[in-house]
């Protein structure tokens, strides 16, 4: 089990894929090096991560390859979340076992299900581990929305022990909901790609996790707000929220994510798993190219 505080900017990574199609370790080792040099604090496993569309087998051999590659510089976030509680409870324990320092489960996404079964589901899994759970609510892709009164209630039952990633719109009301509804005790991260960190941070987020293709914008906007120089987050935030809002699904995400980790030398390739719901067409990617420098700009001199 980890040690690494689960706080700051945790940058959600992708998996890359060789020509055949399997996943490329050496690259992986490349990404964590690059992500850890341009100011991650942890990084995670989750949903733009492509973990859908991996085997059981290859789930467990990346969150594996995930907490080796993070060890000793920063903390690793495990995305355990399965459609029946006995799978879900088997990533977790498989994920502790590798030494995650979380573990992070969305709800079933096939069926919808009452506030009391899903209370069940998270308990049991955080009933297996000793490391923290993440509840992600992750209906801004795939399911419905947590209430916040199920929210409450688990950190009710589990205090610290229990963080939360809410996506449900409105992200801000809701995260101040959630934090009135458990005194302000919820630890509680941004994850809407930094598209509302600093009306997040105002209201009381202790980390962000964005995906890792702007860590390098994240990592100094995360810092200007811890410092309070509010100036300069909104400088970066401007064009950032631009590049953000161009994504407006799970698969757009993955396909600029992918893109721009190929522009800036990080990938060899921007494969992903089929089948696919939205790529990239050609003013798009021109487009978040051109934001992608404007977001440059703004870090360097802001």
Same mark, same amino acid.
């Given at each position: 089990?980890?040690?690494?505080?689960?706080?700051?900017?945790?940058?959600?990574?992708?998996?890359?894929?060789?020509?055949?199609?399997?996943?490329? &370790?050496?690259?992986?080792?490349?990404?964590?090096?690059?992500?850890?040099?341009?100011?991650?604090?942890?990084?995670?496993?989750?949903?733009?991560?492509?973990?859908?569309?991996?085997?059981?087998?290859?789930?467990?051999? =990346?969150?594996?390859?995930?907490?080796?590659?993070?060890?000793?510089?920063?903390?690793?976030?495990?995305?355990?979340?399965?459609?029946?509680?006995?799978?879900?409870?088997?990533?977790?324990?498989?994920?502790?076992?590798?030494?995650?320092?979380?573990? =992070?489960?969305?709800?079933?996404?096939?069926?919808?299900?009452?506030?009391?079964?899903?209370?069940?589901?998270?308990?049991?899994?955080?009933?297996?581990?000793?490391?923290?759970?993440?509840?992600?609510?992750?209906?801004?892709?795939?399911?419905?929305? %947590?209430?916040?009164? #199920?929210?409450?209630?688990?950190?009710?039952? @589990?205090?610290?022990?229990?963080?939360?990633?809410?996506?449900?719109?409105?992200?801000?009301?809701?995260?101040?909901? #959630? @934090?009135? &509804?458990?005194?302000?005790?919820?630890?509680?991260?941004?994850?809407?790609?930094? %598209?509302?960190?600093?009306?997040?941070?105002?209201?009381?987020?202790?980390?962000?996790?964005?995906?890792?293709? @702007?860590?390098?914008?994240?990592?100094? %906007?995360?810092?200007? %707000?811890?410092?309070?120089?509010?100036?300069?987050?909104?400088?970066?935030?401007?064009?950032?929220?631009? =590049?953000?809002?161009?994504?407006?699904?799970?698969?757009?995400?993955?396909?600029?994510?992918?893109?721009?980790?190929?522009?800036?030398?990080?990938?060899?390739?921007?494969? =992903?798993?089929?089948?696919?719901?939205?790529?990239?067409?050609?003013?798009?990617?021109?487009?978040?190219?051109?934001?992608?420098?404007?977001?440059?700009?703004?870090?360097?001199?802001?």
């Amino acid at each position: 089990m980890s040690d690494q505080p689960v706080a700051g900017v945790l940058a959600v990574f992708q998996t890359p894929f060789d020509q055949q199609g399997r996943i490329d &370790r050496a690259v992986m080792e490349t990404q964590f090096d690059w992500l850890f040099a341009n100011g991650a604090d942890g990084v995670v496993f989750a949903m733009v991560s492509e973990v859908l569309r991996l085997s059981s087998e290859e789930r467990d051999e =990346m969150t594996a390859l995930t907490c080796k590659l993070a060890a000793n510089r920063g903390a690793a976030v495990v995305s355990v979340g399965a459609e029946s509680t006995a799978v879900a409870i088997r990533y977790a324990r498989h994920a502790q076992d590798c030494g995650a320092s979380a573990v =992070m489960a969305t709800p079933p996404g096939l069926h919808r299900v009452d506030d009391d079964e899903l209370v069940r589901y998270f308990m049991d899994i955080a009933g297996c581990v000793d490391v923290p759970l993440i509840v992600q609510d992750a209906s801004g892709y795939v399911g419905t929305p %947590l209430s916040i009164a #199920l929210q409450a209630k688990l950190h009710s039952e @589990l205090g610290d022990r229990i963080m939360f990633k809410p996506e449900a719109p409105p992200i801000g009301p809701r995260l101040t909901q #959630l @934090l009135e &509804r458990t005194g302000g005790r919820a630890r509680v991260f941004e994850g809407t790609g930094g %598209l509302y960190l600093i009306d997040s941070f105002r209201r009381g987020v202790v980390g962000t996790m964005p995906a890792g293709d @702007l860590v390098w914008a994240l990592a100094p %906007l995360w810092q200007a %707000l811890s410092r309070g120089d509010y100036a300069r987050a909104y400088r970066i935030a401007g064009p950032l929220a631009l =590049m953000v809002s161009l994504q407006t699904s799970l698969d757009s995400f993955v396909a600029i994510e992918k893109h721009l980790l190929v522009k800036q030398g990080v990938f060899p390739s921007s494969a =992903m798993r089929g089948p696919v719901g939205d790529g990239l067409d050609q003013q798009t990617r021109e487009e978040i190219e051109r934001l992608m420098e404007l977001l440059r700009s703004a870090v360097e001199h802001a």
